[in-house]
């Protein structure tokens, strides 16, 4: 397979990327962190084979906007007030989804993946565009050192702001769990929850 590449600025691009997602075919493309890569809907063990990625670890769904976390799982009120406070931005929050166990969402700040999310649908399941284990991607040159022949396009957003995964935090109980520290960093996430829990101005 031929990996094409396609300037994520260039007229149509991401509409041409909406619709390889809706035939089914993988791309990657730039988030506010990472590069991340997608699969269209019912395609998602094309995901697994292009990562290597294995089968029990779960993929993260990628949102256009919080809208869409309605009915997808049951949102917390700590986990609607960390999402007013840091969405669209790099925090993933882990959800308990009714018959699928738990889910894990993100809304990202840039505008080509919310661009691109919302051509699809509002929601896709998205991971890093790496192979696993391997060093994250920042750049349209990186994804096809690792992913090139093995996924159908790359939108080429140029490098990446952040180069640092999302934090991870787990919403499904009462209190809130830190599973990766990444780019929010853990004192943001305890000051925010201490305003959530005694109201603005705690020390």
Same mark, same amino acid.
């Given at each position: 397979?031929?990996?094409?590449?396609?300037? *994520?600025?260039? +007229?149509?691009?991401?509409?041409?990327?909406?619709? *390889?997602?809706?035939?089914?075919?993988?791309?990657?493309? +730039?988030?506010?962190?990472?590069?991340?890569?997608? @699969?269209?809907?019912?395609?998602?063990?094309?995901?697994?084979?292009?990562?290597?990625?294995?089968?029990?670890k779960r993929i993260p769904v990628l949102l256009s906007d919080a809208s869409h976390l309605e009915?997808?799982?049951?949102?917390?009120?700590?986990?609607?007030?960390? *999402?007013?406070?840091? /969405?669209?931005g790099p925090l993933t929050i882990v959800l308990a989804a009714p018959r699928r166990g738990t889910?894990?969402?993100?809304?990202?700040?840039?505008?080509? *993946?919310?661009?691109?999310?919302?051509?699809?649908?509002?929601?896709?399941?998205?991971?890093?565009?790496?192979?696993?284990?391997? @060093?994250?991607a920042t750049t349209a040159e990186e994804v096809l050192e690792q992913l090139g022949g093995r996924?159908?396009?790359?939108?080429?957003?140029?490098?990446?702001?952040?180069?640092? +995964?999302?934090?991870?935090?787990?919403?499904?109980?009462?209190?809130?769990?830190?599973?990766?520290?990444? @780019?929010?960093?853990? /004192?943001?996430?305890?000051? @925010?929850?201490?305003?959530?829990?005694?109201?603005?101005?705690?020390?």
């Open positions: 397979m031929e990996t094409r590449v396609l300037k *994520a600025e260039a +007229p149509g691009a991401v509409e041409e990327a909406a619709a *390889a997602l809706g035939r089914g075919e993988v791309v990657a493309f +730039p988030t506010d962190t990472v590069y991340g890569v997608a @699969a269209g809907h019912g395609h998602i063990e094309k995901l697994f084979a292009a990562k290597g990625r294995p089968k029990d009915g997808s799982a049951i949102v917390t009120p700590t986990a609607r007030a960390l *999402a007013d406070r840091f /969405w669209p889910l894990a969402f993100r809304v990202p700040a840039s505008d080509v *993946a919310r661009r691109l999310i919302a051509a699809s649908g509002g929601g896709l399941p998205v991971t890093s565009a790496n192979r696993s284990g391997e @060093a994250d996924i159908a396009l790359v939108l080429d957003g140029g490098r990446t702001p952040g180069g640092v +995964p999302s934090t991870v935090v787990d919403c499904t109980g009462n209190d809130v769990k830190i599973l990766r520290e990444g @780019a929010i960093p853990e /004192w943001r996430i305890d000051h @925010a929850l201490r305003e959530v829990r005694f109201g603005r101005g705690a020390a």
